[in-house]
């Protein structure tokens, strides 16, 4: 009893220790150890010790993390010294100095001297920002020490990324080694330098990512680092800061702004209440056209990561420049003579280029006299740079890292030489004698037309109302509704009348069929003016299809995408409901991938090509359009190519509507294709956005392999390709699976990282794949770390065949199936 008794006392007065500091506040003499915690006022952050780590050597690291969320760590205060002897102790000094110690009583880390008054009272609060601070406690409340000049990988809102000028202080966040060690890593992200600030991205002394120089409103060629609905970005100069900051609009959201330890920047947010997850919003260095010089000098990045000289410039070395390869950058197609008439030609809608040298508040003419005096010059620029009033800038030597930027580029002045100017006079000349005689013959032509013009539009008047009639009676039957809802949301879908559609696909004659889907046929057609159309008309009297077409009308029609199928028009008339699209040559990818002599056009460069262009299009359904858009049938019938294999995602007719904040829905009517379903969708009817990202993962596998899902048989075991594919990752020898077809070995690396993907994908539960921004960053950057997959859904065999009737009713069309659960 003797020995019992101490040790509840001392566990008591643990314990109310423990609870009397888990405040926002540490006072000096106040003993502070593993287990204890500070608490910001608000419930939202927490500061102690915490080990990132789930081995069993146990590293205590000192920081600031989430308070009641998963551990999300924003600050570490001795990530670069661990305490190894799993014990730590903090203590907060009179002169204000915070210390850790180890069980040896051995300094760990500790703040920098602090400049105190003589009355300083000195007390260490976490606020309500996730700031550490140690301020006098006393009236005034000065603050003489915060943990936000010292970020480590986190930004987070109101943290100023940049330059205390008095003090030469400069703040940047730099990665974590890896995702269990916050020791410094490679990757840093730093607002540099004072003079022309850029926000830059970099691997060591690298540069990796740049944006800027800041204009203003935004960072040039960065309009994901503009502001948003959810929070504005801030560049702020004084005389004694420069710095870069971002304001949350929204209190209900929590967000961080985190550089990976594989060089990510991305955007994270959580819903208060809501979520329960962190949401990636966006992953600012995701586009290929921001790596840094990607292009060269002169060379301006465009989408799809091509690259094209700027005007005047040729390209360097012509037989290494295309889409996949770059060498050199561009020349000029004329030197220049400095002082010999040299001038400046302007271009619109670029990413200024790297390297800016701000001069004084001049005006642009006076900007372009300060350049012209200076041979080495290149361009100049009035930029508003401080956010305070337009400053000159100028470009010293070779420009480098341009970028096409249709929406919100810059404008900038090149240097350009005399013999370039006339060139363009002369064209400039050329141009203005065409529009003057052409201004003249469409004069002439308006006014011999005028008289036909009216009879034509009396023409149409009268066909207009004739189909508004037949319309009308269309309406009344049922059948016209959904065109209907569609022009209610503000969008004018065009409608083609019967007639024509019957002339372009030849009477819907077989030699015109192209396609058959579960409820029609496909057609190729061809309008009068030459343009072809593939018309997708609806079985007469599925009372099914009506509700799948009236989707795709709503859904398709307000999405616009490069990697998305393009819908014309419609035509409803009668008995008659079709859906006109863009023809695409090449079909389906399944016309090319199943098939031994098609599938040998497909080398590895190509594959690769539609992989990303896929992975783009899911990306801008489920993230980047307007509408979050669920597909729930994707496969490779559905998706087509254009005649340079460009794939377009197509057939919209089940997909679903999601809120920005909604994670998953349920459906009693199961319709998807055998060997694409994911497991919790097939079997309990949820679907969500990782749905889609299954789909997708079975699809890289078949385009890599060239086998189909469904159907893939080995003589060895009954796995169906998705277990296959995972036997021979554990075994170690992925690349078994490549199409004996693509004869490559040198892209060996990037197709067993696209397997790594693809298996990542296809994992059975939804929680463990990635979201479409990550699967689209890991396809695009070979140094991102991927973790190892697990088992996936559905790896043996395929589907089955026949669905227990007793269960539910299923029928299935073309590899369709449609399932109605019961019991719900």
Not at 9 to 31: A, I
Not at 187 to 211: C, D, H, M, N
Not at 494 to 515: H, Q, V
Not at 659 to 664: A, C, F, N, R
Request: aromatic share 10%.
């Amino acid at each position: 009893m003797s020995t019992i008794l101490p040790l509840i006392l001392c566990s008591l007065v643990f314990l109310n220790l423990q609870t009397s500091l888990s405040t926002d506040t540490l006072k000096p003499n106040e003993r502070f150890v593993d287990g204890f915690t500070l608490i910001s006022s608000n419930q939202r952050f927490e500061f102690g010790f915490f080990s990132p780590g789930n081995g069993s050597a146990r590293d205590i690291y000192l920081g600031i993390w989430y308070h009641n969320l998963p551990l999300t760590v924003v600050w570490v205060a001795n990530r670069n010294n661990p305490i190894r002897d799993s014990f730590g102790e903090v203590s907060l000094k009179e002169n204000g100095t915070l210390i850790l110690y180890n069980r040896s009583s051995g300094t760990v880390w500790s703040t920098d001297n602090i400049t105190i008054t003589s009355d300083f009272s000195p007390v260490l609060q976490l606020l309500e920002s996730g700031n550490l601070v140690i301020r006098d406690d006393g009236r005034n409340k000065t603050i003489f020490w915060e943990s936000f000049d010292f970020p480590t990988d986190t930004l987070l809102p109101d943290l100023k990324l940049g330059w205390k000028l008095d003090i030469g202080l400069n703040g940047f966040i730099r990665s974590w080694k890896s995702s269990e060690d916050p020791s410094e890593g490679e990757y840093t992200f730093i607002l540099e330098p004072p003079e022309a600030p850029q926000l830059v991205l970099r691997s060591g002394s690298r540069k990796l990512f740049r944006w800027g120089p800041f204009d203003g409103t935004s960072f040039s060629g960065g309009t994901s680092l503009t502001s948003s609905p959810l929070f504005q970005t801030l560049l702020v100069s004084n005389s004694e800061e420069l710095y870069f900051k971002y304001e949350m609009l929204d209190e209900s959201i929590l967000s961080r702004m985190v550089i990976s330890p594989t060089g990510l920047l991305q955007y994270f947010t959580w819903r208060v209440n809501s979520s329960t997850e962190w949401n990636l919003l966006v992953t600012f260095n995701s586009d290929p056209c921001d790596n840094y010089a990607k292009c060269g000098h002169y060379g301006s990045c465009y989408s799809l990561s091509s690259c094209k000289c700027l005007s005047g410039f040729t390209p360097d070395s012509p037989r290494d420049w295309g889409l996949f390869s770059y060498s050199g950058g561009c020349r000029r197609k004329y030197e220049l003579n400095c002082g010999h008439r040299d001038g400046f030609v302007k271009y619109n809608a670029l990413k200024f280029p790297d390297n800016p040298v701000v001069w004084e508040n001049y005006t642009s003419h006076e900007c372009e006299t300060v350049c012209l005096k200076k041979c080495s010059c290149m361009a100049y620029a009035n930029v508003n740079v401080y956010g305070n009033g337009s400053l000159c800038v100028g470009w010293i030597g070779d420009l480098v890292d341009l970028k096409n930027f249709p929406n919100g580029g810059e404008q900038i002045y090149i240097r350009m030489a005399h013999a370039e100017l006339k060139s363009i006079a002369s064209a400039k000349r050329k141009r203005v004698t065409v529009k003057i005689v052409s201004v003249a013959t469409v004069i002439g032509v308006l006014l011999v037309s005028a008289g036909a013009i009216w009879y034509l539009s009396w023409i149409v008047r009268q066909r207009r109302k004739d189909q508004i009639g037949r319309s009308s009676e269309a309406q009344q039957s049922g059948s016209f509704q959904y065109v209907e809802d569609n022009q209610d949301s503000g969008f004018q879908l065009p409608l083609f009348d019967l007639e024509t559609i019957f002339r372009a696909c030849n009477n819907f004659s077989d030699r015109n069929k192209i396609g058959q889907g579960g409820f029609g046929s496909v057609y190729k057609g061809e309008l009068s003016n030459r343009q072809e159309i593939a018309v997708k008309r609806l079985v007469e009297k599925s009372m099914q299809g009506v509700e799948e077409l009236k989707n795709e009308i709503i859904l398709i029609a307000k999405l616009q995408h490069r990697n998305l199928v393009k819908l014309l028009g419609c035509c409803i008339e009668g008995e008659e409901t079709m859906l006109v699209y863009e023809y695409l040559p090449n079909k389906s990818l399944n016309n090319f991938i199943y098939d031994k002599p098609t599938r040998k056009q497909l080398t590895w460069i190509k594959r690769y090509h539609i992989i990303k262009g896929i992975a783009r299009g899911l990306l801008y359904l489920h993230q980047d359009s307007r509408l979050r858009i669920i597909h729930r049938d994707l496969k490779t019938s559905n998706i087509l190519l254009d005649s340079e294999l460009n794939p377009k995602i197509s057939d919209f007719g089940i997909a679903r509507i999601f809120g920005t904040d909604q994670i998953q829905e349920m459906t009693k009517r199961i319709i998807g294709t055998y060997g694409y379903m994911s497991p919790e969708y097939a079997m309990n009817g949820h679907y969500s956005v990782k749905s889609d990202v299954y789909s997708f993962g079975v699809i890289v596998l078949e385009i890599i392999s060239g086998q189909k899902n469904w159907a893939f048989h080995h003589p060895d075991h009954d796995l169906n390709l998705l277990g296959h594919a995972r036997m021979l990752w554990n075994r170690r020898r992925p690349s078994e699976i490549l199409d004996p077809t693509v004869l490559e070995p040198s892209y060996g690396n990037q197709i067993i990282r696209c397997i790594h993907v693809a298996l990542l994908c296809v994992q059975q539960y939804p929680e463990d794949r990635p979201k479409m921004s990550t699967v689209y960053a890991m396809l695009s950057y070979e140094n991102m770390e991927l973790p190892e997959p697990k088992e996936p859904g559905f790896c043996r065999e395929s589907y089955p065949k026949k669905v227990d009737t007793s269960a539910s009713h299923s029928s299935t069309v073309n590899e369709v199936t449609m399932t109605t659960l019961g019991g719900r």
